[in-house]
Protein backbone atom coordinates (compact mmCIF):
# COMPACT_ATOMS: atom_id res chain seq x y z
CA UNK A 1 0.00 0.00 0.00
CA UNK A 2 1.15 3.15 -0.97
CA UNK A 3 1.12 6.70 1.60
CA UNK A 4 -0.63 9.29 1.25
CA UNK A 5 -4.30 7.32 1.30
CA UNK A 6 -3.58 5.60 -2.24
CA UNK A 7 -3.53 1.77 -2.03
CA UNK A 8 -2.33 0.11 -4.91
CA UNK A 9 -1.22 -3.81 -4.94
CA UNK A 10 -1.41 -6.06 -1.67
CA UNK A 11 0.25 -9.24 -1.02
CA UNK A 12 -3.05 -10.64 -1.23
CA UNK A 13 -3.64 -9.81 -4.66
CA UNK A 14 -5.41 -6.87 -6.49
CA UNK A 15 -6.16 -3.88 -4.79
CA UNK A 16 -7.47 -0.78 -7.12
CA UNK A 17 -5.58 2.41 -6.83
CA UNK A 18 -8.15 4.84 -4.55
CA UNK A 19 -7.87 7.52 -2.45
CA UNK A 20 -9.98 7.86 0.34
CA UNK A 21 -11.58 11.07 -1.18
CA UNK A 22 -13.58 13.75 0.57
CA UNK A 23 -16.88 13.19 -1.70
CA UNK A 24 -16.09 9.38 -1.01
CA UNK A 25 -16.54 10.17 2.66
CA UNK A 26 -19.48 12.86 2.54
CA UNK A 27 -21.32 10.47 -0.03
CA UNK A 28 -21.44 8.00 2.41
CA UNK A 29 -22.42 10.09 5.67
CA UNK A 30 -25.27 11.43 3.54
CA UNK A 31 -26.14 7.60 2.28
CA UNK A 32 -26.02 6.49 5.63
CA UNK A 33 -28.55 8.34 7.13
CA UNK A 34 -31.21 5.82 5.64
CA UNK A 35 -29.94 4.07 8.91
CA UNK A 36 -30.67 6.99 11.22
CA UNK A 37 -34.12 6.88 10.32
CA UNK A 38 -34.56 3.08 10.30
CA UNK A 39 -32.79 3.32 14.03
CA UNK A 40 -34.99 5.76 14.89
CA UNK A 41 -38.25 3.77 13.83
CA UNK A 42 -36.51 0.71 15.73
CA UNK A 43 -36.00 2.71 18.74
CA UNK A 44 -39.20 4.63 19.44
CA UNK A 45 -41.67 2.20 19.57
CA UNK A 46 -40.56 0.88 22.48
CA UNK A 47 -40.76 3.85 24.36
CA UNK A 48 -43.98 5.05 22.99
CA UNK A 49 -45.54 2.04 23.66
CA UNK A 50 -44.48 2.23 27.64
CA UNK A 51 -46.42 5.67 27.88
CA UNK A 52 -49.75 5.58 29.56
CA UNK A 53 -51.24 8.88 27.54
CA UNK A 54 -50.70 6.67 24.39
CA UNK A 55 -51.68 3.30 25.91
CA UNK A 56 -54.88 5.08 27.16
CA UNK A 57 -55.79 6.76 23.34
CA UNK A 58 -55.07 3.30 21.56
CA UNK A 59 -54.88 0.47 23.19
CA UNK A 60 -56.66 0.92 26.75
CA UNK A 61 -56.77 -2.74 27.34
CA UNK A 62 -53.38 -2.61 27.92
CA UNK A 63 -53.53 0.21 29.60
CA UNK A 64 -55.69 -1.28 31.80
CA UNK A 65 -53.86 -4.98 32.23
CA UNK A 66 -50.48 -2.62 32.89
CA UNK A 67 -51.98 -0.63 36.28
CA UNK A 68 -54.20 -3.46 37.88
CA UNK A 69 -51.32 -5.64 40.19
CA UNK A 70 -51.97 -9.14 41.40
CA UNK A 71 -54.43 -10.28 38.24
CA UNK A 72 -52.13 -11.50 35.75
CA UNK A 73 -48.43 -12.81 35.59
CA UNK A 74 -46.04 -10.03 34.78
CA UNK A 75 -44.95 -11.31 32.35
CA UNK A 76 -48.11 -11.17 30.42
CA UNK A 77 -48.58 -7.51 31.35
CA UNK A 78 -48.04 -6.03 27.50
CA UNK A 79 -49.13 -9.12 25.74
CA UNK A 80 -51.50 -7.55 23.00
CA UNK A 81 -51.41 -8.41 19.42
CA UNK A 82 -52.54 -5.10 18.51
CA UNK A 83 -50.14 -3.36 20.68
CA UNK A 84 -47.00 -5.95 18.90
CA UNK A 85 -48.57 -4.98 15.49
CA UNK A 86 -48.07 -1.48 15.84
CA UNK A 87 -44.29 -2.10 16.27
CA UNK A 88 -44.28 -4.70 13.53
CA UNK A 89 -46.12 -3.59 10.70
CA UNK A 90 -43.47 -1.28 10.10
CA UNK A 91 -41.56 -4.32 8.85
CA UNK A 92 -44.35 -6.56 6.68
CA UNK A 93 -44.83 -3.41 4.77
CA UNK A 94 -41.10 -2.88 4.60
CA UNK A 95 -40.58 -6.43 3.91
CA UNK A 96 -43.18 -5.96 0.57
CA UNK A 97 -41.51 -2.87 -0.69
CA UNK A 98 -38.48 -4.38 -0.68
CA UNK A 99 -39.24 -6.49 -3.77
CA UNK A 100 -40.36 -2.97 -5.73
CA UNK A 101 -36.89 -1.34 -4.27
CA UNK A 102 -35.60 -4.53 -5.87
CA UNK A 103 -36.46 -3.38 -9.45
CA UNK A 104 -35.89 0.42 -8.98
CA UNK A 105 -32.20 -0.18 -7.58
CA UNK A 106 -31.78 -1.95 -10.75
CA UNK A 107 -33.24 0.26 -13.33
CA UNK A 108 -33.35 3.72 -11.35
CA UNK A 109 -30.39 3.52 -9.41
CA UNK A 110 -29.03 3.86 -5.98
CA UNK A 111 -29.46 7.22 -5.89
CA UNK A 112 -32.93 7.73 -6.99
CA UNK A 113 -34.11 5.12 -4.64
CA UNK A 114 -33.15 6.55 -1.28
CA UNK A 115 -34.71 9.46 -2.70
CA UNK A 116 -37.96 7.30 -2.89
CA UNK A 117 -37.31 6.38 0.51
CA UNK A 118 -37.04 9.59 1.97
CA UNK A 119 -40.51 10.65 0.47
CA UNK A 120 -42.20 7.77 2.12
CA UNK A 121 -40.45 8.61 5.21
CA UNK A 122 -42.00 11.90 5.35
CA UNK A 123 -45.55 11.12 4.67
CA UNK A 124 -45.41 8.51 7.47
CA UNK A 125 -44.28 10.57 9.90
CA UNK A 126 -46.68 13.35 9.49
CA UNK A 127 -49.64 10.69 9.41
CA UNK A 128 -48.02 9.31 12.89
CA UNK A 129 -47.59 12.55 14.16
CA UNK A 130 -51.28 13.64 13.27
CA UNK A 131 -52.74 10.16 14.40
CA UNK A 132 -56.48 10.48 15.89
CA UNK A 133 -57.12 6.64 15.23
CA UNK A 134 -55.57 3.39 15.31
CA UNK A 135 -55.64 3.23 11.29
CA UNK A 136 -53.84 6.49 11.16
CA UNK A 137 -51.30 4.89 13.47
CA UNK A 138 -50.70 1.70 11.56
CA UNK A 139 -50.95 3.35 8.03
CA UNK A 140 -48.09 6.09 9.18
CA UNK A 141 -45.71 3.03 10.26
CA UNK A 142 -46.62 0.97 7.57
CA UNK A 143 -45.44 4.25 4.98
CA UNK A 144 -42.75 4.03 7.25
CA UNK A 145 -41.93 0.86 6.47
CA UNK A 146 -42.29 1.03 2.46
CA UNK A 147 -39.49 4.07 3.32
CA UNK A 148 -37.74 1.67 5.58
CA UNK A 149 -37.67 -1.11 2.48
CA UNK A 150 -36.39 1.01 -0.36
CA UNK A 151 -33.85 2.76 1.96
CA UNK A 152 -32.14 -0.29 3.03
CA UNK A 153 -32.16 -2.09 -0.22
CA UNK A 154 -30.08 1.03 -1.68
CA UNK A 155 -28.53 2.11 1.15
CA UNK A 156 -25.69 -0.56 2.12
CA UNK A 157 -25.61 -1.18 -2.00
CA UNK A 158 -24.13 2.30 -2.40
CA UNK A 159 -21.92 2.35 0.50
CA UNK A 160 -20.29 -1.23 -0.38
CA UNK A 161 -20.02 -0.22 -4.11
CA UNK A 162 -18.89 3.63 -3.82
CA UNK A 163 -16.35 2.63 -1.61
CA UNK A 164 -12.36 1.48 -2.13
CA UNK A 165 -11.90 -2.11 -1.06
CA UNK A 166 -9.80 -2.01 1.79
CA UNK A 167 -12.17 0.27 4.12
CA UNK A 168 -15.12 -1.00 2.63
CA UNK A 169 -16.01 -2.78 6.00
CA UNK A 170 -16.05 0.22 7.96
CA UNK A 171 -17.45 2.74 5.61
CA UNK A 172 -20.76 0.29 5.09
CA UNK A 173 -20.95 -0.19 9.21
CA UNK A 174 -22.08 3.58 8.53
CA UNK A 175 -25.34 2.39 7.76
CA UNK A 176 -25.43 0.75 10.87
CA UNK A 177 -23.65 3.20 13.18
CA UNK A 178 -26.37 5.15 12.37
CA UNK A 179 -29.03 2.65 12.74
CA UNK A 180 -27.80 2.71 16.42
CA UNK A 181 -27.77 6.43 16.51
CA UNK A 182 -31.59 6.47 15.38
CA UNK A 183 -31.94 4.23 18.02
CA UNK A 184 -30.47 6.21 20.90
CA UNK A 185 -31.90 9.45 19.65
CA UNK A 186 -35.48 8.09 19.91
CA UNK A 187 -34.79 6.49 23.09
CA UNK A 188 -33.54 9.64 24.74
CA UNK A 189 -36.30 11.77 22.88
CA UNK A 190 -38.91 9.09 24.71
CA UNK A 191 -36.70 9.53 27.99
CA UNK A 192 -38.15 13.47 27.54
CA UNK A 193 -41.19 13.31 25.77
CA UNK A 194 -42.43 11.14 28.69
CA UNK A 195 -42.31 13.82 31.22
CA UNK A 196 -44.90 15.96 29.25
CA UNK A 197 -47.64 16.42 31.38
CA UNK A 198 -50.30 17.43 28.74
CA UNK A 199 -50.05 13.64 27.06
CA UNK A 200 -49.07 14.98 23.77
CA UNK A 201 -45.24 13.74 24.55
CA UNK A 202 -45.95 10.77 22.32
CA UNK A 203 -46.41 12.91 19.22
CA UNK A 204 -43.27 14.96 19.52
CA UNK A 205 -41.46 11.16 19.81
CA UNK A 206 -43.16 10.11 16.57
CA UNK A 207 -43.13 13.44 14.81
CA UNK A 208 -39.10 13.73 15.25
CA UNK A 209 -38.32 11.35 12.78
CA UNK A 210 -38.71 13.48 10.49
CA UNK A 211 -35.47 15.09 11.09
CA UNK A 212 -34.03 11.62 9.95
CA UNK A 213 -36.45 11.78 7.54
CA UNK A 214 -35.56 15.03 5.88
CA UNK A 215 -31.73 14.41 6.16
CA UNK A 216 -32.12 11.43 3.94
CA UNK A 217 -34.25 13.25 1.76
CA UNK A 218 -31.51 16.11 1.19
CA UNK A 219 -28.64 13.67 0.92
CA UNK A 220 -30.00 11.82 -1.52
CA UNK A 221 -30.22 14.77 -3.79
CA UNK A 222 -26.63 15.39 -3.33
CA UNK A 223 -25.09 12.06 -3.73
CA UNK A 224 -23.74 10.92 -6.80
CA UNK A 225 -24.92 7.67 -8.11
CA UNK A 226 -22.46 4.43 -7.73
CA UNK A 227 -20.10 3.59 -11.54
CA UNK A 228 -21.63 0.37 -10.34
CA UNK A 229 -25.23 1.07 -11.15
CA UNK A 230 -24.31 4.18 -13.98
CA UNK A 231 -22.26 1.44 -15.99
CA UNK A 232 -24.95 -1.31 -15.02
CA UNK A 233 -27.70 1.58 -16.84
CA UNK A 234 -25.39 1.91 -19.69
CA UNK A 235 -23.84 5.25 -18.54
CA UNK A 236 -20.46 4.03 -19.63
CA UNK A 237 -18.65 7.44 -19.86
CA UNK A 238 -21.01 9.51 -16.43
CA UNK A 239 -19.70 6.24 -14.64
CA UNK A 240 -16.27 6.60 -16.10
CA UNK A 241 -15.98 10.03 -14.49
CA UNK A 242 -17.97 9.23 -11.29
CA UNK A 243 -15.07 6.37 -10.79
CA UNK A 244 -12.51 9.05 -11.18
CA UNK A 245 -13.57 11.37 -9.19
CA UNK A 246 -14.52 9.29 -5.91
CA UNK A 247 -11.55 7.33 -6.19
CA UNK A 248 -8.94 10.85 -6.68
CA UNK A 249 -6.61 9.31 -9.45
CA UNK A 250 -6.59 9.11 -13.37
CA UNK A 251 -5.73 5.65 -12.79
CA UNK A 252 -8.94 4.08 -12.97
CA UNK A 253 -8.34 1.49 -15.64
CA UNK A 254 -8.03 -1.47 -14.44
CA UNK A 255 -11.00 -1.02 -11.67
CA UNK A 256 -13.27 0.31 -14.47
CA UNK A 257 -12.51 -2.63 -16.72
CA UNK A 258 -13.50 -5.05 -14.03
CA UNK A 259 -16.97 -2.51 -13.38
CA UNK A 260 -17.60 -3.03 -17.39
CA UNK A 261 -17.13 -6.90 -17.03
CA UNK A 262 -19.58 -7.12 -13.92
CA UNK A 263 -21.89 -5.02 -15.78
CA UNK A 264 -21.70 -6.81 -19.13
CA UNK A 265 -22.73 -10.32 -17.34
CA UNK A 266 -25.41 -8.41 -15.48
CA UNK A 267 -26.99 -7.03 -18.45
CA UNK A 268 -27.40 -11.07 -19.87
CA UNK A 269 -29.22 -11.63 -16.54
CA UNK A 270 -32.99 -11.66 -17.75
CA UNK A 271 -34.42 -12.93 -14.46
CA UNK A 272 -31.89 -11.68 -11.28
CA UNK A 273 -34.38 -13.93 -8.82
CA UNK A 274 -34.25 -16.78 -11.11
CA UNK A 275 -30.34 -15.88 -11.60
CA UNK A 276 -30.39 -15.95 -7.82
CA UNK A 277 -31.67 -19.16 -7.32
CA UNK A 278 -29.07 -20.86 -9.32
CA UNK A 279 -26.56 -23.48 -8.21
CA UNK A 280 -23.10 -20.93 -8.45
CA UNK A 281 -25.12 -17.84 -6.24
CA UNK A 282 -26.09 -21.09 -3.45
CA UNK A 283 -23.20 -19.84 -1.25
CA UNK A 284 -24.33 -16.11 -1.52
CA UNK A 285 -28.25 -17.10 -1.07
CA UNK A 286 -27.65 -19.29 2.02
CA UNK A 287 -25.43 -16.92 3.99
CA UNK A 288 -27.13 -13.95 3.52
CA UNK A 289 -30.96 -15.38 4.32
CA UNK A 290 -29.44 -17.65 7.74
CA UNK A 291 -27.75 -14.29 8.71
CA UNK A 292 -30.62 -12.10 8.82
CA UNK A 293 -32.68 -15.10 10.51
CA UNK A 294 -29.62 -15.33 12.98
CA UNK A 295 -29.49 -12.00 13.15
CA UNK A 296 -32.80 -11.71 14.48
CA UNK A 297 -32.90 -14.81 16.45
CA UNK A 298 -29.72 -13.70 18.39
CA UNK A 299 -33.14 -11.47 19.99
CA UNK A 300 -31.57 -8.37 19.87
CA UNK A 301 -34.88 -6.95 19.17
CA UNK A 302 -36.59 -8.01 21.96
CA UNK A 303 -34.51 -5.86 23.84
CA UNK A 304 -34.17 -2.49 21.01
CA UNK A 305 -38.05 -2.66 20.58
CA UNK A 306 -39.06 -3.56 24.03
CA UNK A 307 -36.71 -2.65 26.38
CA UNK A 308 -38.56 -0.26 28.47
CA UNK A 309 -41.48 -2.67 28.60
CA UNK A 310 -39.32 -5.63 29.26
CA UNK A 311 -38.26 -3.55 32.71
CA UNK A 312 -40.95 -2.51 33.83
CA UNK A 313 -42.44 -6.37 33.56
CA UNK A 314 -39.48 -6.88 35.58
CA UNK A 315 -40.70 -4.22 37.95
CA UNK A 316 -38.41 -0.83 36.90
CA UNK A 317 -40.55 2.42 37.30
CA UNK A 318 -40.84 4.46 34.38
CA UNK A 319 -38.38 6.71 34.33
CA UNK A 320 -35.85 3.66 35.22
CA UNK A 321 -37.27 1.84 32.39
CA UNK A 322 -37.09 4.89 30.00
CA UNK A 323 -33.34 5.37 31.16
CA UNK A 324 -32.11 2.02 30.97
CA UNK A 325 -33.06 2.45 27.22
CA UNK A 326 -30.91 5.38 27.20
CA UNK A 327 -27.93 3.18 28.74
CA UNK A 328 -28.12 0.61 26.12
CA UNK A 329 -28.43 3.00 23.60
CA UNK A 330 -25.22 4.14 24.08
CA UNK A 331 -23.90 1.21 24.32
CA UNK A 332 -25.10 0.26 21.34
CA UNK A 333 -23.43 3.12 19.18
CA UNK A 334 -20.34 3.11 20.93
CA UNK A 335 -19.74 -0.80 20.48
CA UNK A 336 -20.15 0.17 16.43
CA UNK A 337 -17.80 2.47 16.64
CA UNK A 338 -15.30 -0.52 17.81
CA UNK A 339 -16.62 -2.45 14.87
CA UNK A 340 -16.00 0.26 12.30
CA UNK A 341 -12.33 0.24 13.83
CA UNK A 342 -11.47 -3.84 13.75
CA UNK A 343 -13.82 -4.97 10.78
CA UNK A 344 -11.18 -4.14 8.04
CA UNK A 345 -7.84 -5.29 10.34
CA UNK A 346 -9.40 -8.60 12.33
CA UNK A 347 -11.71 -9.42 9.98
CA UNK A 348 -15.80 -10.70 10.17
CA UNK A 349 -15.09 -13.91 11.30
CA UNK A 350 -13.54 -13.22 14.54
CA UNK A 351 -15.70 -10.55 15.37
CA UNK A 352 -18.59 -13.02 14.67
CA UNK A 353 -17.31 -15.76 17.19
CA UNK A 354 -15.90 -13.76 20.11
CA UNK A 355 -19.50 -12.31 20.15
CA UNK A 356 -20.82 -15.92 19.86
CA UNK A 357 -19.58 -16.17 23.33
CA UNK A 358 -20.62 -13.24 24.70
CA UNK A 359 -23.88 -13.37 24.08
CA UNK A 360 -24.53 -16.70 24.96
CA UNK A 361 -23.35 -16.53 28.18
CA UNK A 362 -25.26 -12.75 29.30
CA UNK A 363 -28.57 -14.19 28.24
CA UNK A 364 -27.93 -17.33 30.35
CA UNK A 365 -26.76 -15.48 33.25
CA UNK A 366 -30.19 -12.71 32.69
CA UNK A 367 -32.26 -16.27 32.17
CA UNK A 368 -30.70 -17.00 36.09
CA UNK A 369 -31.69 -13.75 37.14
CA UNK A 370 -35.13 -13.22 36.23
CA UNK A 371 -35.52 -16.96 37.03
CA UNK A 372 -34.34 -16.85 40.50
CA UNK A 373 -36.14 -13.12 41.11
CA UNK A 374 -38.86 -12.08 39.18
CA UNK A 375 -41.75 -14.16 40.40
CA UNK A 376 -44.98 -14.15 38.56
CA UNK A 377 -47.08 -11.74 41.11
CA UNK A 378 -43.53 -10.38 42.95
CA UNK A 379 -43.76 -6.57 43.12
CA UNK A 380 -40.11 -5.83 41.82
CA UNK A 381 -36.61 -7.24 40.89
CA UNK A 382 -34.63 -5.16 43.92
CA UNK A 383 -32.14 -2.63 43.09
CA UNK A 384 -28.64 -4.71 43.15
CA UNK A 385 -29.93 -7.36 40.48
CA UNK A 386 -31.75 -4.54 38.74
CA UNK A 387 -28.33 -2.72 37.97
CA UNK A 388 -26.69 -6.03 37.02
CA UNK A 389 -29.37 -7.18 34.51
CA UNK A 390 -29.17 -3.72 32.71
CA UNK A 391 -25.40 -4.35 32.85
CA UNK A 392 -25.59 -7.74 31.09
CA UNK A 393 -28.25 -6.59 28.99
CA UNK A 394 -25.28 -3.89 27.90
CA UNK A 395 -22.84 -6.98 27.32
CA UNK A 396 -25.25 -9.07 25.18
CA UNK A 397 -26.03 -5.70 22.98
CA UNK A 398 -22.47 -4.85 23.12
CA UNK A 399 -21.34 -7.95 21.77
CA UNK A 400 -24.38 -7.80 18.98
CA UNK A 401 -23.13 -4.17 17.95
CA UNK A 402 -19.66 -4.94 16.87
CA UNK A 403 -20.51 -8.05 15.37
CA UNK A 404 -24.31 -9.55 13.80
CA UNK A 405 -25.43 -6.42 13.59
CA UNK A 406 -22.90 -4.72 11.02
CA UNK A 407 -22.40 -7.79 9.71
CA UNK A 408 -25.05 -9.12 9.06
CA UNK A 409 -26.04 -6.00 6.56
CA UNK A 410 -21.87 -5.90 5.12
CA UNK A 411 -21.66 -9.56 4.45
CA UNK A 412 -24.38 -10.06 2.36
CA UNK A 413 -23.59 -6.60 0.37
CA UNK A 414 -20.17 -7.50 -0.40
CA UNK A 415 -20.26 -11.33 -1.67
CA UNK A 416 -23.00 -11.13 -4.58
CA UNK A 417 -21.66 -10.52 -7.94
CA UNK A 418 -22.68 -7.57 -9.48
CA UNK A 419 -25.38 -9.13 -11.70
CA UNK A 420 -27.43 -10.61 -8.77
CA UNK A 421 -26.36 -7.98 -6.24
CA UNK A 422 -29.95 -6.59 -6.45
CA UNK A 423 -32.18 -9.31 -5.89
CA UNK A 424 -29.57 -10.53 -3.16
CA UNK A 425 -30.09 -7.58 -1.54
CA UNK A 426 -34.05 -7.53 -1.84
CA UNK A 427 -34.39 -11.29 -0.41
CA UNK A 428 -31.60 -10.14 2.44
CA UNK A 429 -34.08 -7.21 3.52
CA UNK A 430 -37.19 -9.33 3.17
CA UNK A 431 -35.55 -11.76 5.25
CA UNK A 432 -34.55 -9.36 7.35
CA UNK A 433 -37.93 -7.73 8.41
CA UNK A 434 -39.70 -11.09 8.23
CA UNK A 435 -37.67 -12.56 11.08
CA UNK A 436 -37.83 -8.86 12.58
CA UNK A 437 -41.52 -8.68 12.07
CA UNK A 438 -41.99 -12.52 13.93
CA UNK A 439 -40.02 -10.90 16.56
CA UNK A 440 -42.29 -7.53 16.97
CA UNK A 441 -44.93 -9.13 16.78
CA UNK A 442 -44.46 -12.56 19.07
CA UNK A 443 -41.66 -11.08 21.60
CA UNK A 444 -44.52 -10.32 24.08
CA UNK A 445 -46.29 -13.31 23.96
CA UNK A 446 -43.08 -15.42 24.33
CA UNK A 447 -42.48 -13.59 27.28
CA UNK A 448 -45.67 -14.09 28.67
CA UNK A 449 -45.37 -18.14 27.84
CA UNK A 450 -41.54 -18.45 28.54
CA UNK A 451 -41.22 -16.16 30.85
CA UNK A 452 -37.04 -15.93 32.08
CA UNK A 453 -36.77 -18.98 29.34
CA UNK A 454 -37.48 -16.68 26.18
CA UNK A 455 -33.23 -16.11 26.70
CA UNK A 456 -32.67 -19.30 27.24
CA UNK A 457 -34.37 -19.69 24.02
CA UNK A 458 -32.50 -16.87 22.06
CA UNK A 459 -28.77 -17.98 23.72
CA UNK A 460 -29.94 -21.60 22.08
CA UNK A 461 -30.11 -19.66 18.40
CA UNK A 462 -27.06 -18.48 19.37
CA UNK A 463 -24.92 -21.42 20.09
CA UNK A 464 -26.25 -22.55 16.76
CA UNK A 465 -25.10 -19.51 14.71
CA UNK A 466 -21.83 -19.59 16.16
CA UNK A 467 -21.38 -23.19 15.02
CA UNK A 468 -22.72 -21.97 11.10
CA UNK A 469 -20.08 -19.16 11.27
CA UNK A 470 -17.15 -21.39 12.54
CA UNK A 471 -17.74 -23.77 9.65
CA UNK A 472 -19.58 -21.79 6.73
CA UNK A 473 -19.07 -18.08 7.01
CA UNK A 474 -15.55 -17.28 4.91
CA UNK A 475 -13.45 -14.21 5.58
CA UNK A 476 -14.07 -11.75 2.94
CA UNK A 477 -12.26 -8.85 4.46
CA UNK A 478 -9.55 -7.13 1.96
CA UNK A 479 -11.11 -8.62 -0.93
CA UNK A 480 -12.03 -6.25 -3.67
CA UNK A 481 -15.66 -6.71 -4.57
CA UNK A 482 -15.90 -8.28 -8.01
CA UNK A 483 -13.53 -10.91 -7.18
CA UNK A 484 -15.40 -12.86 -4.51
CA UNK A 485 -16.28 -15.86 -6.19
CA UNK A 486 -12.35 -16.30 -7.70
CA UNK A 487 -10.80 -15.44 -4.36
CA UNK A 488 -13.42 -16.48 -1.62
CA UNK A 489 -15.80 -18.97 -2.61
CA UNK A 490 -13.69 -21.55 -5.34
CA UNK A 491 -10.95 -21.00 -2.17
CA UNK A 492 -13.41 -22.15 0.46
CA UNK A 493 -13.82 -25.84 1.65
CA UNK A 494 -17.54 -26.27 1.15
CA UNK A 495 -18.92 -23.69 -1.17
CA UNK A 496 -16.01 -24.63 -3.51
CA UNK A 497 -18.29 -27.18 -4.74
CA UNK A 498 -20.89 -24.79 -5.96
CA UNK A 499 -18.54 -22.49 -7.98
CA UNK A 500 -17.86 -25.33 -11.27
CA UNK A 501 -17.67 -22.76 -14.05
CA UNK A 502 -20.56 -21.70 -15.64
CA UNK A 503 -20.81 -20.14 -18.89
CA UNK A 504 -23.41 -17.92 -20.26
CA UNK A 505 -25.75 -19.41 -23.29
CA UNK A 506 -26.72 -15.33 -24.54
CA UNK A 507 -29.11 -16.59 -27.46
CA UNK A 508 -31.13 -18.84 -24.83
CA UNK A 509 -30.92 -16.38 -22.08
CA UNK A 510 -30.10 -19.02 -19.40
CA UNK A 511 -26.84 -20.30 -17.60
CA UNK A 512 -25.38 -23.47 -18.73
CA UNK A 513 -23.61 -25.08 -16.01
CA UNK A 514 -20.01 -27.07 -17.65
CA UNK A 515 -18.48 -29.50 -14.93
CA UNK A 516 -14.96 -29.96 -14.56
CA UNK A 517 -14.31 -33.20 -15.93
CA UNK A 518 -14.92 -35.29 -12.84
CA UNK A 519 -17.72 -37.82 -14.20
CA UNK A 520 -20.50 -36.04 -12.65
CA UNK A 521 -21.81 -34.80 -15.72
CA UNK A 522 -24.20 -31.80 -16.17
CA UNK A 523 -27.50 -32.00 -14.38
CA UNK A 524 -30.14 -28.79 -15.75
CA UNK A 525 -32.25 -29.32 -12.79
CA UNK A 526 -29.93 -29.02 -10.39
CA UNK A 527 -29.38 -25.09 -11.48
CA UNK A 528 -32.39 -23.97 -9.98
C1 LIG B 1 -30.80 -4.89 12.93
C2 LIG B 1 -31.97 -4.30 13.62
C3 LIG B 1 -31.61 -3.96 15.02
C4 LIG B 1 -30.38 -3.09 15.08
C5 LIG B 1 -29.93 -2.85 16.49
C6 LIG B 1 -29.66 -3.94 13.00
O1 LIG B 1 -28.57 -4.46 12.36
O2 LIG B 1 -31.11 -5.20 11.59
O3 LIG B 1 -33.03 -5.20 13.54
O4 LIG B 1 -32.66 -3.32 15.65
O5 LIG B 1 -29.34 -3.67 14.36
O6 LIG B 1 -28.83 -2.00 16.56
Excluded at 121 to 131: D, E, H, R, S, W
Excluded at 147 to 154: D, I, K, P, Y
Excluded at 282 to 304: H, K
Excluded at 415 to 426: D, K, N, V, Y
Aim: charged share 15%; hydrophobic share 50%; aromatic share 12%.
Amino acid sequence: MAGGGLAVASAGGQQFEAKITPIVVISCIMAATGGLMFGYDVGVSGGVTSMPDFLKKFFPVVYRKSNETGIESNYCQYDNQGLQLFTSSLYLAGLIATFAASYTTRRLGRKLTMLIAGFFFIVGVVLNTAAEDLAMLIIGRILLGCGVGFANQAVPLFLSEIAPTRIRGGLNILFQLNVTIGILFASLVNYRTAKIEAGWGWRLSLGLAGIPAGLLTVGAIFVLDTPNSLIERGHIEEGKAVLRRIRGTDNIEPEFQELLEASRIAKEVKHPFRNLMMRKNRPQLVIAVAMQVFQQFTGINAIMFYAPVLFKTVGFGDDASLYSAVIIGAVNVVSTLVSIYTVDKIGRRILLLEAGVQMFLSQVIIAIVLGLKVKDHSEDLGHGYSIFVVIMVCTFVSSFAWSWGPLGWLIPSETFPLETRSAGQSVTVCTNFLFTFVIGQAFLSMLCQFKYGIFLFFSGWVLIMSIFTLFLIPETKNIPIEEMTERVWKQHWYWKRYMDDDHHDAEAGVWNKVRPADGNGSDPASQL
